[in-house]
């Protein structure tokens, strides 16, 4: 876990952490609710665009010892056994805390268990399909030979996003939405990066799936539920029956002829 708060601090780290923060606030800013929670990363405000009145960071034991200075943390939890009552929460975000966890599928199911029906959750991943994960995989066969140096953080187990998004089908959850992002080649230095900055604006449309990291957001169905409007919200009174007025000009004509009628008896002296 150390080496991934050590990673966000290089330039790369720097570079993506720049873009999921864009993307994490985007995401969040028109999700409502009342009680919003964010699993890991410090370095990462995830919940800073979101209105939420309550909101919460739940960091891990090895994140109090190995997270820089400045710790905001509310509270520090095992993420496989969140202490949160069951549909308690409208938002997690998950800022990689799925690769670094012990056991993802648990944590996830817990953030299943946690979320309201309807609630959202949001995570971001390395994707290993992608120029920063080729160059992982090589670094990891030349270790096998007694060199070579990982470039990503050698924690955990990175989660490709059709790998993911089975396991959130499996939990009742419909992926939203997801972005790519990071085109840029697995290169070391803030210069490097800067010279390849065009590949940001041709990776959406030529190779979109390639990125170093994707985001995305899931909303928790649940199967039967029916959302109510609110309780004080009168209903609509249905329209009475037309009931057909009487046609009073079909009386004139019986009118008319008795009094024709007595205007000729008059003029006859009766």
């Known amino acids: 876990m150390q080496s991934l708060h050590e990673w966000f601090q290089t330039p790369p780290g720097r570079y993506l952490m720049a873009w999921e923060q864009a993307r994490i ?4 800013a028109d999700i409502f609710g009342y ?6 990363l410090p370095e990462l405000d995830a919940l800073r665009r979101n209105r939420m009145p309550h909101q919460w960071l739940a960091v891990d034991s090895t994140e109090v010892q190995a997270a820089p200075g400045g710790l905001r943390a509310a509270l520090v939890t095992d993420f496989a056994a969140l202490p949160f009552p069951e549909a308690s929460l409208d938002l997690v975000v ?5 690769e670094v966890s012990h056991d993802p599928h648990t944590t996830l199911r817990e953030v299943a268990r946690v979320l309201v029906p309807e609630g959202r959750v949001v ?12 160059r992982q995989r090589r670094e990891h066969l030349y270790q096998r030979f007694g060199c070579g140096q990982l470039y990503l953080p050698g924690a955990g187990d990175f989660l ?18 997801a972005d790519f992002g990071c085109y840029r080649p697995a290169v070391d230095t803030d210069t490097w990066l800067r010279r390849f900055e065009w590949m940001d604006r041709a990776g959406p449309r030529w190779w979109p799936i390639f990125g170093a990291a994707y985001c995305l957001v899931a909303v928790k169905r649940v199967r039967g539920m029916r959302l109510l409007g609110p309780a004080w919200k009168t209903a609509r009174r249905p329209a009475g029956v037309p009931v057909p007025a ?3 000009q079909h009386h004139q004509p019986a009118k008319a002829a008795g009094q024709a009628s007595a205007s000729r008896f008059e003029s006859e002296g009766f």
């Open 94 to 98: 998950l800022p990689h805390t799925l």
């Open 25 to 28: 606030d985007a995401a969040v």
């Open 123 to 134: 995570i971001c991943c390395f994707n290993p399909t992608s120029l920063w994960g080729a």
């Open 160 to 177: 490709g996003y059709l790998r993911l998004r089975d396991w959130l089908r499996l939990l009742s959850f419909e992926v939203e939405e």
């Open 246 to 248: 009487v046609n009073r």
């Open 35 to 40: 009680h919003s929670l964010q699993l890991g």
